[in-house]
C-alpha cells in the first residue's frame, strides 16, 4: 500500500512563514512533487525533489529526506493569493526498475488548505 | 495543444445514464492520468497510460468505469449506468514521460453532476 499524509489546514497571516509537512510510505519512490490548487482550478506543478535536500525557488522551497519519508514546503514571505490547496504527490516505482504495475503512477496526498489572513 | 484540454467542461446526467469524458493531452506526452476530486476532498488515482497501454487501473472504483487511449493522444473515460457518487470533478493530466522529473500538467477538469 501507500500511505501519503499531510495536515488538513494551516493558517497563517500575510508575509508570515508557513511549512507544510508531508510523510510518505511507499513500496517505490521516484520523486515527490508539490502542487498548488487553487479553489475550482486545476493543480500547478510548484516542485519535484528526487535527491535529499533543499531546493529553493523564489518564495517556495522544497525539502526531502528519503531515509524519513519526509517532505515540506516551505512557503516565506506569504501573500493573500497564496491561500490555496497544497498538494503532496509521490512518483512511484523502484529506482532502476520498470514495474508494469506502478512506474510513474502518481499519487496525492488530500491536500493542505493554507488560509492566509491579512 | 498548448495545454491539456477536457471536455466537457460540465456534464449534468441523470442517474442511470452512461457518460463520456474526454482528454486531450499536450502534444508529444506520452503519460496520461486520470484523477477524481469530490468536493473538498484530495485526488484519487483512477488509471494511468503510458501511450496506449494502462499498466495500472487499481484506481477505478467499479467496472462501470472503464478509459481507453487511442493513437497515444486522446483518451475517454466512459462512467456506465451513473451514480449520484459519481459525482465529482475528474481531472487529467500528461506528462512528457513517466520517469523522473517528469511534472504533470492537468488540464482544468470536466465537473460531473448526476441527478
Known amino acids: 500500500g501507500q500511505n501519503i499524509d499531510q495536515p488538513t489546514e494551516m493558517t497563517a497571516t500575510e508575509g508570515a512563514i508557513v511549512q507544510i509537512n508531508c510523510t510518505y510510505q511507499t513500496s517505490g519512490f521516484n520523486g515527490l512533487f508539490w502542487y498548488q490548487q487553487h479553489a475550482g482550478e486545476a493543480p500547478t506543478f510548484l516542485s519535484y525533489n528526487v535527491l535529499d535536500g533543499l531546493e529553493e525557488k523564489g518564495r517556495f522551497s522544497s525539502f526531502l529526506s528519503r531515509s524519513k519519508g519526509y517532505s515540506y514546503l516551505l512557503l516565506k514571505e506569504l501573500q493573500m493569493k497564496d491561500s490555496a490547496s497544497y498538494l503532496c504527490?509521490?512518483?512511484?516505482?523502484?529506482?532502476?526498475?520498470?514495474?508494469?504495475?506502478?512506474?510513474?503512477?502518481?499519487?496525492f496526498g488530500a491536500g493542505t488548505q493554507v488560509v492566509v489572513t491579512p | 495543444g498548448a495545454g491539456v484540454s477536457q471536455s466537457p467542461s460540465n456534464k449534468v446526467t441523470e442517474k442511470g445514464k452512461d457518460v463520456e469524458l474526454r482528454c486531450d493531452p499536450i502534444?508529444?506526452?506520452?503519460?496520461l492520468y486520470w484523477y477524481r476530486q469530490s468536493l473538498g476532498q484530495g485526488l484519487e488515482f483512477l488509471i494511468y497510460?503510458?501511450?496506449?497501454?494502462?499498466?495500472?487501473k487499481s484506481g477505478l472504483p467499479s467496472d462501470r468505469f472503464s478509459a481507453e487511449r487511442t493513437g497515444g493522444s486522446v483518451s475517454t473515460l466512459t462512467i456506465q449506468r451513473t451514480q449520484q457518487e459519481d459525482s465529482a470533478v475528474y481531472l487529467c493530466?500528461?506528462?512528457?514521460?513517466?520517469?523522473?522529473?517528469?511534472?504533470?500538467?492537468f488540464g482544468q477538469g470536466t465537473r460531473l453532476t448526476v441527478v
Open positions: 504527490a509521490v512518483n512511484k516505482g523502484g529506482a532502476g526498475e520498470r514495474t508494469t504495475d506502478s512506474w510513474g503512477k502518481l499519487q
Open positions: 493530466a500528461s506528462s512528457l514521460d513517466t520517469g523522473m522529473n517528469t511534472e504533470a500538467f
Open positions: 497510460f503510458q501511450g496506449n497501454s494502462a499498466p495500472d
Open positions: 502534444s508529444g506526452h506520452t503519460a
